[in-house]
């Protein structure tokens, strides 16, 4: 595993981390297969770990913090997420902060995170909804700085919605956030236009989510793929969404090179990036660990391969 440098908080983080979203929020697997994965990723070097609050109602959050106690020896970062008071993802234009993320909301959400975690506190806290609009209130960054100085956390970031990497800017430049986590992967690259120059200019860390196109990029669905219900792919793969997408895949197929899967062209792809500290990948199987923590070791694509 390597390790990249987090920005302003001088962390040193895996390259590779665990987004943790897909045990509790997606379908076919048991918490005894949950905790061997996670384990096996601690061993194998994985030491950032992403949840939220809304991953099952602290229910991912209650799994990181049985991590972090049985692994006393090993410095494991913690990274969860507040939950937009409206319940509504993504964020709209014209979302008041005061109906999303007011101060005592803020606070409140932040104490039943670190009692769900059982830590005395969590080293990122994430907005899990944002709007740009937002930067200037002072009412969250008078209660995130409090919540710093109390050292009930240790830093702070913003999830930017779908699509919308740009949407965070005016809000970075306030100094008060320390990452922003957003999409960022084969088939999304607008993040490498302004967000990416923005984050490298301030020192902000950011965590890339969402690798493989929540599973297209793994290579293995096809146009038949369904879900259980209740599952949020059926939601998202939805026809008009799934074959075109699957057309897609197949190009991509065609670049990867001999000895290399689809999986790992697409992480080493987002590690090639400099601006990147951190990518999260959503992993359930103790093989799908194994792979994507390799990945790390094999290093950034070549540049030609970049290029195509």
């Known amino acids: 595993m390597r390790y990249r440098t987090f920005g302003r908080t001088g962390w040193r983080v895996s390259e590779v981390g665990y987004g943790m979203w897909g045990l509790a929020g997606w379908s076919g697997s048991d918490d005894e297969q949950r905790r061997r994965s996670l384990q096996l990723a601690v061993d194998l070097g994985c030491n950032f770990f992403d949840t939220a609050w809304a991953y099952g109602e602290g229910r991912s959050e209650r799994m990181l913090g049985e991590l972090v ?43 039943k995170s670190l009692a769900k975690l059982g830590l005395p506190s969590v080293d990122l806290l994430q907005f899990h909804v944002w709007e740009d609009a937002w930067a200037g209130d002072d009412g969250w960054q008078r209660t995130v700085e409090d919540l710093r100085r109390q050292g009930l956390i240790h830093a702070v970031g913003v999830s930017i919605n779908r699509w919308e990497p740009a949407n965070a800017l005016r809000t970075l430049r306030t100094g008060r956030i320390d990452a922003v986590q957003v999409i960022y992967n084969l088939f999304d690259q607008n993040p490498e236009d ?17 690798p493989f196109d929540e599973g297209s990029l793994t290579g293995t669905l096809t146009k038949e793929s369904r879900w259980p219900e209740g599952d949020w792919r059926n939601a998202y793969f939805v026809p008009e969404n799934l074959i075109p997408t699957l057309d897609r895949v197949e190009t991509l197929k065609r670049l990867v090179p001999t000895g290399m899967t689809l999986p790992e062209m697409a992480l080493r792809f987002i590690l090639s990036h400099p601006a990147v500290a951190t990518v999260i990948p959503g992993m359930r199987k103790a093989e799908n660990v194994r792979k994507n923590m390799a990945a790390s070791d094999a290093g950034p694509l070549p540049a030609d391969l970049l290029t195509k």
Request: charged share 35%; net charge positive; proline share 12%.
């Open 69 to 111: 106690r049985a692994n006393p020896d090993k410095k494991l970062y913690t990274a969860t997420k507040i939950p937009p008071k409206n319940r509504r993802w993504p964020s709209r234009r014209g979302d008041r902060i005061a109906d999303v993320f007011p101060p005592d909301y803020i606070r409140e959400y932040a104490e």
């Open 194 to 210: 302004e967000l990416f120059p923005a984050c490298r200019e301030l020192n902000v860390a950011v965590i890339a989510r969402v």
